[in-house]
């Protein structure tokens, strides 16, 4: 009987344990468009994982978790996995919803149903801050700053929350910056742009500014988040002055160095008016970057309104959290 060819890709890679596309063409002797062709629906069907960027690109395996338990989860608490938990495994797998659920629980010897319970209290709990999708920031703000030149200051998730980690936007958010991944960028856009966009109709926003980024990366995550929202809203010029010495705002521990470095390195390079800006960062710390853009902003008398500061994630008390992005 004639074996199928995925069934072959499938048997080779168990016995060399990872392969290129190009092994499988030699092995196979068929076309690399047949094999690319097999090789995405194998990938589709969680059969296997693909690591690395052309021209070095592996597929490997994913390792089938036993059924060790009988998982019984709440439909409303399953359909709530599925829509905000993620993880990315050590070896840079994508594991979302309740696949990747289980994958953490087994990870950490914890029982599943039991487990998805406190997933869902804890989430409540966290919850309970938003309005709507957006999370009030201005409380933690007029308790760390003396002045806010913000008139709103919101997230549109925390960034990690207790016991469980990082959160589905906390944990796109890392892997995208640190892995300088435009997929995950595109990924996380396509999370948020909707909770962008209605924050913009809502607040009558007509000027858009990004907080620009401290260290210079091959793929910068601003630049791609500005890129891929493509908001109908003109921009608001903000730039970060090279001072001799580049010191990044997450590795200075103490607030008061925090608000030097981002009133001393950021200018507002705009003349034009506005009504309402709004001011989009990936990760509110401590937040003296926004409140300090928005310090600029009022010198400069270029906006009559609002002004709004808007990150992806925020923390939930403190700053230091969030010094790993």
Same mark, same amino acid.
């Given at each position: 009987?004639?074996?199928?060819?995925?069934?072959?890709?499938?048997?080779?890679?168990?016995?060399?344990?990872?392969?290129?596309?190009?092994?499988?063409?030699?092995?196979?002797?068929?076309?690399?468009?047949?094999?690319?062709?097999?090789?995405?629906?194998?990938?589709?069907?969680?059969?296997?994982?693909k690591?690395?960027?052309?021209?070095?690109?592996?597929?490997?395996?994913?390792?089938?978790?036993?059924?060790?338990?009988?998982?019984?989860?709440?439909?409303?608490?399953?359909?709530?996995?599925?829509?905000?938990?993620?993880?990315?495994?050590?070896?840079g797998?994508?594991?979302?919803?309740?696949?990747?659920?289980?994958?953490?629980?087994?990870?950490?010897?914890l029982?599943?149903?039991k487990?998805?319970?406190?997933?869902?209290r804890?989430?409540?709990k966290?919850?309970?801050?938003?309005?709507?999708?957006?999370?009030?920031?201005?409380?933690?703000?007029?308790?760390?700053?003396?002045?806010?030149?913000?008139?709103?200051?919101?997230?549109?998730?925390?960034? #990690?929350?207790? +016991?469980?980690? *990082?959160?589905?936007? @906390?944990?796109?958010?890392?892997? /995208?910056?640190? $892995?300088?991944?435009?997929g995950?960028?595109?990924?996380?856009?396509?999370e948020?742009?909707?909770?962008?966009?209605?924050?913009?109709?809502?607040?009558?926003?007509?000027?858009?500014?990004?907080?620009?980024?401290?260290?210079?990366?091959?793929?910068?995550?601003?630049?791609?988040?500005k890129?891929?929202?493509n908001?109908?809203?003109?921009?608001?010029?903000?730039?970060?002055?090279?001072?001799?010495?580049?010191?990044?705002?997450?590795?200075?521990?103490k607030?008061?160095?925090?608000?030097?470095?981002?009133?001393?390195t950021?200018?507002?390079?705009?003349?034009?008016?506005?009504?309402?800006?709004?001011?989009?960062?990936?990760?509110?710390?401590?937040?003296?970057?926004?409140?300090e853009?928005? #310090?600029?902003? +009022?010198?400069? *008398?270029?906006?009559? @309104?609002?002004i709004?500061?808007? /990150?992806?994630? $925020?923390?939930?008390?403190?700053?230091?959290?969030?010094?790993e992005?």
């Amino acid at each position: 009987m004639k074996t199928d060819t995925a069934d072959r890709i499938v048997e080779y890679i168990k016995r060399k344990g990872r392969t290129t596309p190009r092994e499988l063409v030699a092995y196979l002797s068929i076309s690399p468009q047949a094999v690319f062709k097999h090789l995405r629906k194998l990938v589709d069907s969680n059969v296997l994982y693909k690591t690395g960027r052309p021209p070095a690109v592996y597929y490997s395996l994913i390792e089938k978790e036993p059924d060790v338990e009988d998982i019984t989860i709440n439909p409303d608490i399953e359909k709530t996995i599925e829509s905000n938990f993620l993880v990315i495994t050590p070896s840079g797998e994508y594991r979302a919803g309740l696949e990747g659920f289980v994958y953490w629980c087994r990870k950490f010897n914890l029982p599943v149903s039991k487990t998805a319970q406190e997933y869902g209290r804890t989430l409540e709990k966290y919850n309970a801050c938003k309005s709507g999708n957006l999370i009030n920031g201005m409380d933690k703000f007029r308790s760390t700053f003396e002045t806010v030149h913000l008139d709103h200051v919101c997230y549109l998730d925390f960034y #990690a929350i207790e +016991r469980f980690g *990082k959160t589905k936007l @906390g944990q796109l958010l890392l892997s /995208a910056k640190q $892995g300088q991944d435009r997929g995950l960028i595109r990924l996380l856009t396509e999370e948020i742009k909707p909770g962008i966009d209605s924050l913009i109709q809502e607040y009558e926003i007509d000027g858009v500014g990004y907080i620009p980024p401290t260290i210079k990366r091959e793929i910068q995550f601003m630049k791609e988040l500005k890129r891929n929202l493509n908001l109908n809203v003109k921009e608001v010029s903000i730039i970060k002055l090279k001072p001799p010495v580049i010191v990044a705002q997450k590795s200075l521990s103490k607030l008061e160095d925090r608000i030097e470095n981002a009133r001393n390195t950021i200018v507002v390079n705009e003349e034009r008016h506005f009504r309402n800006i709004l001011l989009i960062d990936d990760a509110v710390g401590s937040g003296a970057t926004l409140n300090e853009t928005a #310090a600029r902003i +009022r010198e400069k *008398k270029i906006c009559s @309104g609002r002004i709004t500061g808007l /990150a992806v994630t $925020g923390s939930f008390k403190g700053f230091d959290v969030i010094s790993e992005i």
